[in-house]
């Protein structure tokens, strides 16, 4: 092992370790619009309640649908 293969472990050791680290800090709600309020489990209940959620949705299957998804 040269010394750039040491270094690019290194910082994949790094990154990966910071990664978890965040991960266990914020739950999987780490880039959450609700992270104020969530634990760690970010909920889309709020998001399905909005009426034009229900509209977009119609739309996106009716794609799918026509596409053969």
């Known amino acids: 092992m040269n010394l750039p293969t040491i270094i690019a472990a290194a910082i994949i050791?790094?990154?990966v370790t910071m990664a978890v680290r965040y991960l266990h800090k914020n739950g999987t709600c780490g880039s959450c619009p609700d992270k104020g309020t969530c634990h760690g489990h970010c909920s889309t209940g709020n998001v399905k309640k909005d009426p034009?959620?229900?509209e977009k949705s119609e739309k996106i299957d009716e794609l799918m649908k026509k596409h053969g998804f």
Request: charged share 15%; aromatic share 16%.
């Open 52 to 54: 034009l959620y229900k």
């Open 13 to 15: 050791i790094v990154l």
